[in-house]
């Protein structure tokens, strides 16, 4: 068979992974708005506000400056490295070394490159599910299997040790770890996250933990999972990022952290990948993480006043089963109750139906469930203006109620 035909042409690597759910949805809910319909999008996971100001003025400036102009260590800006191992001390009271620190192309980037440090090929990675979209499909193209490990609305969307215990195998290499959830909202507590981080240390298993929500939690406290069971020192890669906390996601500014082989691994791999990462948005970072945090906190309360309001909206259709997401900026309802039954004429049998006929229908833009690996749930983002919010809540209680 030729290498150009038809089956041969894209790697089979790269042909089985699927295009991200929630990106597409925004993509679609964007193009209908502008070809003039009054699309309200629940979908993308990004906060409405602009970048703050102070951040703005700290990209102009790098901007105007020529040393910025020129190439600068793969592994990022050592004053940013230093910014954030000062904020690390300052949020979650771990010392590290700005040398054990890689600046990353986003979070995204951040993931790609922990799994690719540490999975094998035929390695198993415990995912609880639901699970943002983009891990599985990494996991798997790093030549790992994810595991995936479910907790209902039942559970609050939390696994338990008893659960990961029987998902364990001896090909288990490591447990990925997202608290504030994506896309759930759950928050683990301290005391979980302690006796989760007890068990992976006793099976000897990689934590991977994506702390990207780390400020966006409403009355539950984040933990770290570093902070309470610091002998996971050497086996764990912590995740982060300033698009979430700042409302930076264009800037593509992400950071991992974790012992010394694992960052020199991965900083030789982005060293052949991208080199540095902007050094404008690097400029605009150490800003954002090293200035008054004053604004994290006015977005949080408006993230929070929405979070209420979607909740109790939610509620009010019947069928919905709506938990009261704890941190980030999602909300996950259960829509099981719905499938089956004719909507305005139509009739959906799965969550992937029941966007598509709520997008069609009511001009609302939410992500189903099979995108998170969980049939039967919707999420939506409540990070978009409360004007917004309010009017796509009320078409969605017409539409179904
Ligand atoms: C859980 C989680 N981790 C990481 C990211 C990556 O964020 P970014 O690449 O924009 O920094 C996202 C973005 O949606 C996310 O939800």
């Known amino acids: 068979m030729s290498h150009t035909t038809p089956a041969r042409r894209v790697s089979a690597r790269l042909a089985a992974i699927q295009e991200s ?30 970048t703050p100001d102070f951040v703005v003025e700290a990209a102009v400036e790098a901007a105007r400056d020529p040393k910025n102009h020129k ?33 990353t192309n986003g979070g995204k980037q951040a993931v790609f490159q922990a799994f690719a ?16 979209t983009t891990y599985p499909e990494v996991i798997r193209l790093c030549g790992g299997q994810p595991i995936e490990v479910f907790a209902g609305a039942d559970q609050e969307y939390k696994v338990n040790v008893e659960q990961l215990d029987a998902a364990l195998t001896p090909a288990t290499k490591a447990l990925l770890l ?116 004053e604004i994290v906190a006015h977005m949080r309360e408006a993230f929070d006043r929405r979070r209420k309001k979607i909740v109790e909206m939610l509620r009010e259709i019947p069928g919905l089963l709506v ?26 049998h799965t969550s992937g139906e029941l966007a598509a006929l709520i997008l069609d229908q009511a001009e609302v833009a939410v992500v189903p469930g099979e995108a998170f690996g969980s049939p039967g749930y919707i999420r939506l983002s409540y990070a978009l203006s409360d004007k917004d919010l309010v009017e796509g809540i009320t078409r969605l209680q017409k539409l179904l109620s």
């Open 117 to 132: 440090a540490i999975v094998d090929e035929g390695d198993d990675v415990l995912l609880p599910a639901p699970y943002w």
């Open 323 to 348: 938990p009261e997401p704890q941190g980030a900026f999602y909300v996950y309802p259960n829509v099981e109750a719905l499938l089956g039954k004719e909507i305005n004429g139509q009739v959906a």
């Open 71 to 103: 190439y600068t260590p793969a592994k990022g800006l050592p004053e940013l490295r230093q910014a954030i191992a000062e904020k690390t001390k300052r949020d979650s009271g771990i010392d590290v070394d700005p040398n054990n620190i890689l600046v």
């Open 178 to 293: 997202c608290s504030p959830s994506n896309p759930t909202g759950a928050v683990y507590s301290p005391e979980e996250i302690r006796e989760i981080g007890q068990w992976a240390l006793a099976h000897g298993l990689w934590v991977i933990t994506d702390e990207i929500y780390e400020h966006l939690t409403y009355g539950a406290p984040m933990s770290y999972i570093l902070a309470e069971v610091p002998e996971l020192t050497d086996q764990t890669i912590v995740l982060n990022g300033v698009a979430k906390t700042y409302a930076m996601t264009g800037w593509r500014v992400g950071w991992m952290y974790g012992p010394t082989d694992v960052i020199k691994a991965a900083t030789n791999m982005q060293s052949h990948a991208t080199s540095n990462v902007a050094n404008v948005t690097q400029r605009a970072a150490i800003a954002a993480l090293s200035g008054s945090q």
């Open 21 to 50: 759910a929630t990106l597409a949805v925004d993509a679609k809910a964007k193009a209908l708005k502008a070809a003039g319909r009054p699309v309200i999008g629940f979908g993308a996971g990004e906060p409405d506000f602009p």
